[in-house]
């Protein structure tokens, strides 16, 4: 890949859901994952903690694999029980999809249910990965998302008020 000059996601955006599955990824975050996967990929899969998914691009691979490393690593030291097999399934679980030139991709299904994704994604910039959430569901975090609260109906507001515009759907 030789110098890849990916300085990690920042940043917040919107996309309402389109017809048969399809999301638009915005334009910052679509350069930001070109930029990562050396190409149109982008990987996602459901947030270990929270409701909603993670998006990054192929080259967190080999961050994964030196943060099993150190988990194990970890548990060795502390003495407890560490399955390598399962987590790494469980760290390496995502799935590859990719996007044309404008942002679009197919969500499968089971990533849609997992996520608890609707009728659009909030993307909310987290470093080495960004978060994809159903807007209700990040209403119901705590006060620590306060900023990420206030930008998604910031966003939601401008696309309601496009929609309404525009004739609505």
Known sequence: MGTVSFGGYSGQAYSPAGDKGRFVL???FRKAVKESSDGRVLCLMKHPGWNCLVGFGLSRKPELEAQL?????LAVRLGKE??????????FGFQEMPFDDSGRFVMPDHLRVLGRIEDGLYF??????????????????????AGAK????????DAKAKSEKGGGR
């Open 150 to 157: 206030a930008a998604c109906e910031s966003f939601l507001a």
């Open 26 to 28: 915005p334009p910052l």
């Open 82 to 91: 560490f399955d390598r097999d399962t987590r790494s399934s469980q760290l």
């Open 69 to 73: 490393d150190r988990e194990e690593e």
């Open 124 to 145: 909310q910039g987290g470093g080495r990965f960004f978060t994809l959430w159903n807007p209700s569901e990040l209403a119901q975090m705590g006060d620590d998302w």
